[in-house]
């Protein structure tokens, strides 16, 4: 890999030079759209980092751009035809600049049918390449500015990491930072296996780097990411893994948070939990996606727990952090699911009693083991499960703010809130403070106030920065 990064900076040093002569003085824009999931915003800072010592600016209207990138997500039906929806309208943007370049990347295009769309219906799109071969992007601007032609990667065997590039953030205050890519978990009804690749883990040594310069950059809240975080360092030569890792970072120095996504509960342990309580950056709050409460369904999906065990694992977290803030991800109407059963994810959203959720109605997948299973439940009828426990998840978020009512927290002051005057932060736990304050206080830690609890958010006021 070492090697491949050599070359690429070399096409980024050609493509750079290429771009000084098509464009002289003014630097060529860029405009790069994520879809998806914050795996996914993390390659478009990655890419956005090439595109930047390639020379490119970026702005926010692809119409001034001399480059379009569409980094894309295939995880439900949706966010497909959204993507699908953004492409079709770049025709006469093409049609108007010739030189226009348009890449289109990420999950989407890693599935052979998408790449074939794409080639067949879109020929004004130049560049296509899969999630596998990121790193890639000066070589591929080089041959498209250089011949004009389309180029078409969607390789999906390498499986080494591409490290040393420069990153470019989108923000300064939060980041994030990969710590493990692809997954190996086959979910039945998950895209993500197949248009990801197999499970890799970064040296620790690599994570440590970029996240002690996150910390001397000034960032000051830290999410580490991964499709399943608890499963980090398998098959790295070092001794290592999550909870040990997540030790690590807690030793660097300075004063920031540590975030982390997705914790898949068949791997979450206790000394995982352990690591967690005793870790004083760690935020505590877990995002432990339980996806049903049914016992059939979760053999169905192959999540490998049951709900006992999934109870267990909460109740030993909170145990050992009594003020744990959990929230998770849940798929209404799975292929065959009952009502009976779907009301199994309703008891046991009432005891978990989570701080938010993150809900989404079943989406065929293509070649998915799910997509073959018989779903005769309408969408109609869906739709009503869904608002049901929309519905009993908002009175939840509501109890469980009012609880907060009156209490100071501590709170990262991140950027301005809609309100004039009044900036927002979160918690510890994730929930999102509205408070009125200077601007000049946005990336300090305060303490606030909590003075009116809403039904997911909550305001409150400034008590004083610490
Ligand atoms: N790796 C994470 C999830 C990543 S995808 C985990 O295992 O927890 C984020 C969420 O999208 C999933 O948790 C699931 O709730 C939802 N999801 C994935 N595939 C889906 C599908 N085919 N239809 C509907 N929701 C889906
Ligand atoms: Fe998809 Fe399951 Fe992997 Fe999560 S763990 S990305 S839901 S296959
Ligand atoms: Fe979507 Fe790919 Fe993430 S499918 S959710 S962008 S891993």
Known sequence: ????????????????????????????????????????????????GLLSDMGYVFVDDEKEADLILLNTCAIREHAEDRVFGNIGRLKILKKNNPDLIICVCGCMVQQKHIEEKIRKSYPYVTVVFGTHVIHKL????????????????????NLEIAEGNNVWRDGSIRAWLPIMYGCNNFC????????????????????????????????KDITLLGQNVNSYGKGLEEDINFAKLLRMINDIDGDFTIRFMTSHPKDCTRELLDAMAECEKVAKHLHLPVQSGNDRVLKEMNRH?????????????????PDLSITSDIIVGFPGETYEEFCDTLSLVEKVRYTSLYTFIYSARKNTKAAEMPDPVTRE???????????????????????????VYKVL??????????LSGRTSGNVIIEFPADENVIGS???????????WIVKGELVKTV
């Open 445 to 455: 830690f305060c303490e606030v106030l909590v003075t009116e609890p809403l039904n």
């Open 188 to 219: 039945s009804y998950c895209v993500v296996p197949y248009v990801r690749g197999r499970e890799r883990s970064r040296k620790s040594e690599e994570i440590i780097k970029e996240a002690k310069h996150l910390v001397s950059l000034g960032f």
């Open 413 to 422: 002051a991140e950027e301005k809130s809609k309100t004039d005057g009044w």
């Open 1 to 48: 890999m070492k090697k491949e990064v050599e070359k690429q900076n070399k096409f980024l040093s050609l493509s750079k030079n290429l771009l000084k002569f098509k464009f002289g003085e003014i630097s060529p824009k860029a405009y790069v759209h994520t879809f998806g999931c914050q795996g996914n915003v993390s390659d478009g800072e990655r890419m956005k």
């Open 138 to 157: 000066p070589e591929f601007i080089y041959r498209a500015l250089n011949t004009g032609k389309r180029v078409y990667d969607t390789d999906n065997t």
């Open 381 to 407: 009828e869906k739709g009503k499960w869904f608002d049901e426990l929309l519905k009993l998840q908002e009175r939840i978020a509501a109890e469980r703010t009012a609880k907060m009512n009156g209490k």
């Open 305 to 321: 727990y049951d709900r006992e065990k999934y109870l267990s694992l909460i109740e030993y977290a909170r145990k050992v952090m």
